[in-house]
């Protein structure tokens, strides 16, 4: 759906997007970063299991919402990218919370 | 980080720092909070960081914002970035969090320039991956110079389609259409606005200059479109829509949609100030006298998000507000904020010339507004149907807040920002009342987000 | 408009009283100022909970209990109820005792209904706690429901059974005229033989009306809702000396309690969150469970509930009228009784008495 335009001078950092290590401009948003990946979809929604991807790119619609650093419900378009940041499609609410005992 | 603050602004765009360099420059002790990472706000996203050739290609209203950020980086003002409000209260306690930790300060003064959202009107299929809200085009553009690669359909109502097609176009992005669903009626109701509209001819001339050169490069541009739909199999593959009584599709794996934009009043309503519907630009706002006051003591609005009358607007909006405070403070005279404040005052009326044209011309239709098919999904974020709630009403749940209750809209994580004003135009439908009467969704803090462990951490704090 | 009964007051007491009195026959009217369910009742957690009651609840509770349990036979909804039980966690020995006391009191009242549990099933239950833990106390029947549905199923029923409700109607005044009830309010004039005050936080104005004022305090106490996350704990989780209250919703949303009370400024009907108190809430949640800590909340709330100095509710004929009635007053505890007490309100209105006690409740114990 997206891409990147060349332009000069532009840094990148690497990140870990669905299990594979990826160079992508620094500064930028995690819901940038993704799309311009050609990720078509984000998250599957906990309702009825859908398909979901960023909608209004300004972090007020809860849409683009990934498991980031193993915690969910992560607005990708509010949290930018750092060096070995590992980024997962959310499925659902997000992975079991583990136990204590 | 002071825990007090003479005063203390919410929002990094023109209205915000336009307010911080006006109060700062008496000496006042004031900060900017902003969500966001950097400043400009939306309009003026990624100002201060945008490599220049992608700048130009953004239109020279953009680069404005250069000399706004400029003047409000060599005043005294503090600023803070990615620091989230979740609340804000009468007495002007602000719980904000940055990084994970959460405190609440606090401030004599505190002006709200929370900006605005782009109006969310559901349709058929618009939560597929795929459609998406103009102005998430234009930040990807902006913060980060990422563009649609298989061309992109527009569709809606507003002058920003029009700019952001002019930017993709100079861009080398595939524009495959410009669908327009403002009601060919709505050119003669707007007739009467026109001649004032006139005195503000800069902002018209400009928007047929875009006409101009789309048309010349041959992208389609379709005026009176109706029932918008986008369709495909668990993500976008084409929009279908009616056009000159004929059925139409044009194949897409992208469509960005604009249908006006709203004063995002989170905040404001989660802190008691009262709002109003304003009927021509189909907005709840708070209501507010001519410098921002609201009727909480010491609360201000400025900007769009206390009613759109866009970015230059915002910029004099935000003086104002700042003469206020400096007013309220005690620290000029009533005399001195008039006088001081009298060019700002004069240029905020010229600016304004255009808005009852462009509100009228722009108005979006009831059919769009009450989600006409009841299959479509209105809250995105609960999955509610415009049929459940039209159910809802049926049942006598008769206003939005008593739907919210029983079918879930609004309860989500985004809080009702994406279904609250379209619950309210379909229960007003229904019940063939007008939509101010239904209630907005009673808005409740956190209106961001704030995790168990942060809210935890404000237990050992000196909270006032 | 004339009617037998008038209720005022239209949340979950008033509409479970009209419902009740309906299935015996009678006309009913509920006079709600707002919108059914706009205070103490569509501001609940939703709890279910027969443990830890005041002795003078415990046999009205027990009923109410079995009346959930088949709560379809009543309302024609199930109301989302669950019953996955609720605990109230021990965290050392000094707890337990505590506990254990209130376990041999309750044995000793006649009732079995809560159990002492030890660390090997506490964890067989509840295995995402912090392993600190000690034992609990719990009662396997409790669980939680959706109030607001219960709410409209009440209201619907009733309706269903002739009941008339009257929303936006604000009652200005209570008046005898001769042996019958005149009321005077905002939508015109309502007439009754029979008069029953379920007003909630307001329920004081109409008892003065009536010339039993009483000493109800209205107070807003906070919740917060946290968003939807994986199924990880059954019952609803109460701890003995810490203010720890939550459950996990069928949508897998956290409803956090704690028995915290918000700034109110009634006339206004204005709340305002305590964060440093609702702080304290968190940091509870999170010492039992740090497992949450990055979980977000999406809302928090406190809505104007009616307290009693006792913290038990008034369910009484009137001292001054024979006509009258009350039922208000359920301190932030009401959701669970709602189903017999309108059956209590039903008997002592058309029978003269209820089968259950009721004196513990009596409008004139505060002189």
Redesign the interface.
Known sequence: MFKQLPEDNIDKVEIVLNGQAIQVTKGISVAAAVLSQGQSYFRTTPVSDSKRAPFCMMGVCYDCLMVINGQANQRSCATYVENGMIIEVQQGVGPDLENNA | MKSHYQLLIIGGGPAGLAAATTAAEQGVSCAVLD?Q?MLGG?IYRSIE?I?D??AKKLGPEYLRGKKIAAAFRESSAEYYPNTKVW?L???R?V?ISQNDQAS?ITADQVIVASGA??R?VPFSGW???????A??GQ??YK????????GVVLAGSGPLLLLLAWQYLH?GVEVKALLDVTPLGNHITALPKFPRALLAHHYLTKGIGYQIELKRAGIPMLFGVSDLRAEGD??CQRVTFKHSGKQKTIES??LLTHFGVIP?IWLTQAA?CHHQWDDSQQCWRPKHDEWGNTDIDGIIVAGDGAGINGARSAEHAGRLAGFEVLFALGIISQKERDSKAAKDRKWMQDERHIRPFLEKYYQIPKKLLATADDETIVC????VTAGEIRQAVK?????S??VK??T?CG?????G??CTNAVAHIVADEKDMPVEEMGHFRG???VA?????Q?????NKE?L | MNSDVIIIGGGLMGSSIALQLAMRGCSCSVIEKDSPGRHSSGVSAGGLRLLNRDPAEIPLSVEASKMWHDIESLLDSDCDARFPGQIRVAENKADMEKLEQRAALVRSLGYEHEEIIGKKELYQLVPAISPHCVGALINRTDGYARPYHALTAFRRKAESLGVKYYSSTEVYRVEKEGEDWQVKTSEGIFNSSILVNCAGAWANTFSTMLDEPDPLTPKALMLMVTERLPHFVDPVMGAASRKLSFKQMQNGSLIIGGALVAKLDFEKEKTDIDWAQLAESADTVVSFFPQLKDVRIVRAWAGIESFMPDNIPVISQSQTHSNAYHAFGFSAHGFQLSPVIGKVMSQLILDGSSELPIEPFHIGRFK
């Open positions: 969500e990472p939306q960081s490599p050739q992608r609340s209260n009468k007495e306690e719980g609440v959202i782009e969310p939560t597929l991956p795929g459609v998406m809200q102005g998430a930040i990807l913060s980060a110079g990422i563009v649609p690669d298989n861009a668990e993500q794996e992208l995002h008691g995105r974020c609960e999955e049942d006598g749940h008769d206003n807040n008593q209750f029983f879930r309860m989500g994580p985004c809080q920002r994406q409740r803090p956190p987000p704030l995790t168990l462990e809210l935890a951490s404000l237990k909270v």
